[in-house]
């Protein structure tokens, strides 16, 4: 399963660890992905899926079922 956000496709980023004499290494900044169960009113059912916790503070205000379709996600296989 790829790393990225159900909701609202984040993933990695390329960066760069800059040292304290500004030599750079490559390196990924992840997105913070958490594993949240989501009830479901009109599936009358918990869905789990892989958020961000950006998607799971935007998910209190628009709700699960504006999101998804946004997303292009079928619930009902989740």
């Given amino acids: ?3 990225h956000c159900q909701l609202t496709g984040k993933k990695a ?3 760069f660890s800059i040292s ?3 030599r ?3 390196r990924l ?3 913070n992905l958490q594993e ?3 009830w479901w009113p009109q599936g009358k059912r918990w869905v789990k899926l892989r958020l961000s916790t950006k998607a799971i503070k935007t ?3 628009k709700g699960l079922e504006a999101m998804a379709k946004e997303a292009g996600l ?3 296989k989740c």
């Fill in 24 to 26: 750079r290494t490559k």
């Fill in 36 to 38: 949240k169960r989501v």
């Fill in 74 to 76: 079928d619930l009902n």
């Fill in 1 to 3: 399963m790829a790393r």
């Fill in 59 to 61: 998910l209190q205000t």
């Fill in 29 to 31: 900044q992840e997105a």
């Fill in 13 to 15: 980023n390329n960066a």
């Fill in 20 to 22: 304290h004499s500004h």
